[in-house]
């Protein structure tokens, strides 16, 4: 029987991404999605101001982002989905809810193969589904020393998505890995621009620890604020040590939300399990919900250029490049295309010397 200290534990990790869609308008209104450039409340409607009796309308640019998204991540796209409310209450909110996707989402039980550790590794996605955002709340200290929480609702409606992933992340650098390769596809395909600093493309990681021989299970534990790659596996390096300790010592690890303090490098508790928020999901009332006709899916599948992974095996191939160098080549598209357009001229010109 080994003691607790010896036992040998594992790590299982699995992501949620909120990525900001490349869209002209807003999820439900007319509105510009540019939130980050205009001067507070300009960008805004009855619709996402959320002001009574005000009808939503699908932007359907989002809906096919998604979409190319979900193929991109190799899902199924089934062929009814709807949208539902998530309800909760909060400042940056005007409605009182989301409108995001409970129970049918629009694209279903894909995968990501992603590079780590020099081998090609495969983790499941569970599904992406269209959400809008919230608000953002400006927290100042006002010349007579109050401080006050000013809200711009410029945000508020902006096309997101959800990319949920199966927990099959086993060690925070699977999960950095991961996390760049789904950024490095979301931005071949214009679906987002990935940028984690202006929150375009935001992480929260769910981890949990497990002895190897299945005699201690720990409970799930969700961080969140961290705002860039780095900060995810610092933050899942301290949570994989934090729980492991707790484990070893004959304690328990309780289901909670922690979150990151990047300046002190550890996580602490948000909330636990008790004080979950029941969202009371229902069918969005004012939306039709989408039938998707097969023809729509071929025709946007018809979109995807070549992934990254593709592209980076047939330039080790095509030009005998290294794995390391068609990697560095191929992580970000334009970069890539430069590189083969100049290898196009460079061979033409070899020609006309012969
Ligand atoms: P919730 O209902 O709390 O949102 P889900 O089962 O839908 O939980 O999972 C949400 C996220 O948590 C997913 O990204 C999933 O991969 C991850 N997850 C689920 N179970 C575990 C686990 N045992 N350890 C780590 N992550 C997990
Ligand atoms: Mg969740
Ligand atoms: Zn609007």
Known sequence: MPTLTETAFETVIGLEVHAQLLTRSKMYCGCSADYASAPPNTHVCPVCLGLPGALPVTNGAAIELCMLTGLALNCRIPAYCKLDRKNYVYPDLPKGYQISQYDLPLCVEGYLEFESGGEVRRAGITRVHIEEDTGRLLHRTAEDGIDISLVDLNRSGVPLMEIVGEPDLRSPEEARDYLIALRQILRYIHASSGNMEEGAFR????????????????????IKNMNSFRAVERALRFEEQRQRDVLSNGGRVPQETRGWIEARGITVSQRTKEQAHDYRYFPEPDLPPLSVNTDVVTSIKTKLPELPIARRERFVTAFGLSAAEASLLTAEQSIADYFEAAVGRAATIDEAKI
């Open 203 to 222: 992480c929260d990681a769910n981890v949990s620890t497990r002895a190897v021989d299945g005699s201690i299970v720990g409970a799930k534990v969700e």
